[in-house]
């Protein structure tokens, strides 16, 4: 895996199973970005049996077979869907086809993992409400940004413990390399895409929720633009979007594609969250100018200034209790109202978006 190739980054972790062998049945599909082994590893981690995959895309296929060579390839995805010891299937689609196939998926009787974003349109959301309430299974989607960036949690854990005090603001920086030229041709399209508020704005949306406690909130204003690629006009390079959460939490983030070859990760992600008791920065993949490792936070209370790294100190407990949540019908992991709602206020926020280049 490399650091420098955002699309294939795939976090490993500590076991951590919450499930014997042969206790919790998952299969793969639909390999179609790179997010899919990041899952994987977060699943066989907490204890999964990886079973199946279907991949009707030989390289793919190939690919996925040597990285897991203890899972069996099968010939359709009906196989995987008839087979009543799948409890979960888990799938990177294409953005604008994941919806439809976690229905497909849930009415078979089996919870979804979706590579984010789970939609790209509010009618596809909508929909999806409708088979969840219908079938009674779960749509679950991989937020990595948080669930799998140890000093993401970590600031999590901090802010349930009353460290920061109530938080107030949020302001996120997720910037990406774009790569073009090893980008496969969906991500150029915005109908399978889904435009970049859509994307990769439903990561920072997913932590300002989480973060604040809200359970609603309003778009006050987005934007987007094709600063740099006219070669390819329906990419969005550039967004950003304020928020206002219902207990008066404010938010600005912006995304983009511009992370230059000199950075030794794939964006420098960071966020900053102020409470009324403390702040909290995050570097999540790098420390720029002091050192390549990433998961840095800096805390800053009445009583102290500190920084923490800590890579290999947290784990990944979303994985374990998505797991247990499939099981036991619970929602620890994350709710499902909690999915639907950071979901629907990117897909507003893509659709109200003013263009201001491109």
């Given at each position: 895996m490399s650091k420098q190739d955002g699309m294939n980054y795939a976090p490993k972790g500590i076991n951590n199973k919450v499930v014997e062998p042969g206790e919790f049945n998952v299969a793969v599909t639909a390999l179609d970005h790179g997010h899919i082994y990041g899952m994987t590893n977060g699943l066989i981690e907490a204890g999964a049996t990886v079973q199946y995959v279907y991949e009707p895309d030989e390289e793919k296929r190939i690919k996925y077979l040597e990285a897991y060579p203890f899972v069996e390839a099968v010939e359709s995805l009906e196989i995987i869907l008839a087979d009543e010891s799948i409890q979960l299937v888990a799938a990177a689609a294409v953005p604008n086809v994941r919806s439809a196939l976690g229905n497909k998926v849930m009415q078979s009787g089996k919870d979804y993992f979706t590579d984010k974003t789970g939609f790209t349109t509010l009618a596809q959301l909508e929909e999806t409400k409708?088979?969840?309430?219908?079938?009674?299974?779960?749509?679950?989607?991989?937020?990595?940004?948080?669930?799998?960036?140890?000093?993401?949690?970590?600031a999590g854990e901090l802010i349930e413990a009353g460290v920061i005090g109530e938080v107030i603001q949020v302001t996120g920086f997720g910037p990406h390399r774009l790569d073009k030229n090893n980008r496969p041709g969906w991500f150029f399209e915005k109908e399978k895409y889904g435009?970049?508020?859509?994307?990769?704005?439903?990561?920072?949306?997913?932590?300002?929720?989480?973060?604040?406690?809200?359970?609603?909130?309003?778009?006050?204003?987005?934007?987007?633009?094709?600063?740099?690629?006219?070669?390819?006009?329906?990419?969005?390079?550039?967004?950003?979007?304020?928020?206002?959460?219902?207990?008066?939490?404010?938010?600005?983030?912006?995304?983009?594609?511009?992370?230059?070859?000199?950075?030794?990760?794939?964006?420098?992600?960071?966020?900053?969250?102020?409470?009324?008791?403390?702040?909290?920065?995050?570097?999540?993949y790098t420390n720029v100018g002091a050192e390549e490792t990433g998961n840095h936070l800096y805390l800053v209370t009445n009583d102290k200034v500190e920084h923490m790294t800590l890579t290999g100190k947290v784990g990944f407990p979303f994985f374990g209790q998505m797991i247990l949540d499939s099981i036991n019908g619970t929602e620890i992991a994350m709710t499902q109202d909690h999915i639907f709602k950071a979901q629907e206020l990117c897909l507003i926020a893509q659709e109200k978006a003013l263009k201001v280049k491109g």
């Open positions: 409708r088979v969840v309430k219908e079938t009674g299974k779960r749509y679950f989607v991989y937020f990595s940004e948080r669930l799998h960036v140890e000093s993401a949690i970590k435009g970049i508020l859509a994307d990769i704005g439903s990561h920072q949306i997913e932590q300002f929720l989480t973060y604040t406690g809200n359970k609603e909130a309003t778009v006050l204003h987005s934007k987007v633009a094709n600063y740099n690629n006219p070669d390819k006009p329906e990419l969005e390079d550039y967004g950003d979007a304020t928020l206002v959460g219902e207990n008066g939490a404010t938010f600005y983030f912006k995304v983009d594609w511009f992370t230059p070859d000199g950075l030794p990760t794939w964006g420098d992600g960071r966020m900053f969250i102020t409470g009324t008791k403390g702040t909290i920065e995050l570097r999540k």
